[in-house]
């Protein structure tokens, strides 16, 4: 099993939004997926209870649980558990960076956003995790000076995963059903912007070592 987090202190980034439809994007692509929700206000908790399916198992978890609840995901056969964390610097995220694989810090173009972001991967290197940063809510033209220079930023900051998330109606919409945006408009661009990135995350979890085994080396 993978373990990916959603993590940077800025509320309001995106997380998440993403990590639901990241998450039915990646089970409708052959993955079997969790998700643990550590943040108190409970987005996801709630977005799965408006859920009707119950094909993603959706678990709130506090800090100290987390190792032990992973280890029992990965025994029930789970092949992918995405963490979502809450808006502030606080053990939940703390403890979702130790344990994931791979750190997605979502950031919106903004300065305020790429600030926030630049301390969260101080964090993470703090503690030798692996990440990646999400440029999201980017304006639809999608070349704009302020587009441009968050790209940049993030690029020369350690990484920049592909695609550019826009700023789409369907992540709102879809959240209101309980779904992901490839449920909800299978055929649209935010759909094609999520199988996207699992597709991308995917390749980047090929390239380095579970964290679990990284940890027990050390
Ligand atoms: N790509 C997007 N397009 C449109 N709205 C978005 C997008 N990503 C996030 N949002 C909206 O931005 C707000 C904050 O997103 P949320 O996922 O709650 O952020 P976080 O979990 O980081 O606090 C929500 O109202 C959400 O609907
Ligand atoms: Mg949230």
């Known amino acids: 099993m993978r373990t990916v987090a959603f993590v940077t202190q800025k509320g309001g980034s995106g997380k998440s939004t993403l990590a639901s439809s990241l998450a039915v994007a990646a089970q409708e692509m052959k993955e079997t997926v969790c998700v643990i929700d550590t943040d108190p206000q409970g987005s996801l908790t709630n977005w799965a209870k408006t859920r009707e399916t119950r094909d993603i198992e959706v678990v709130a978890s506090g800090a100290a649980r987390l190792p032990a609840l992973l280890a029992q995901l990965k025994a029930k056969g789970f092949t992918l558990a995405i963490i979502d964390t809450p808006g502030a610097e606080g053990p939940a995220s703390a403890a979702a960076m130790v344990v994931a694989d791979l750190n997605i810090i979502p950031s919106r173009p903004s300065m305020f956003d790429l ?15 692996d990440f990646v940063f999400l440029l999201n809510q980017c304006p639809p033209a999608q070349q704009t000076a302020r587009v441009q220079d968050g790209v940049e930023t993030l690029e020369e900051m350690g990484g920049l995963i592909s695609p550019l998330i826009l700023a789409r109606v ?23 912007e999520m199988r996207s990135l699992w597709a991308s995350i995917r390749r980047r979890l090929a390239r380095i070592k579970p964290r679990s085994a990284a940890r027990k080396a050390a």
């Open 170 to 192: 369907d992540y709102q919409e879809a959240v209101r059903h309980g779904w992901g945006v490839t449920e909800l408009n299978p055929n649209g661009a935010a759909a094609e």
């Open 115 to 129: 600030w926030a972001s630049a301390r969260t991967r101080a964090a993470l290197k703090d503690i030798g995790g």
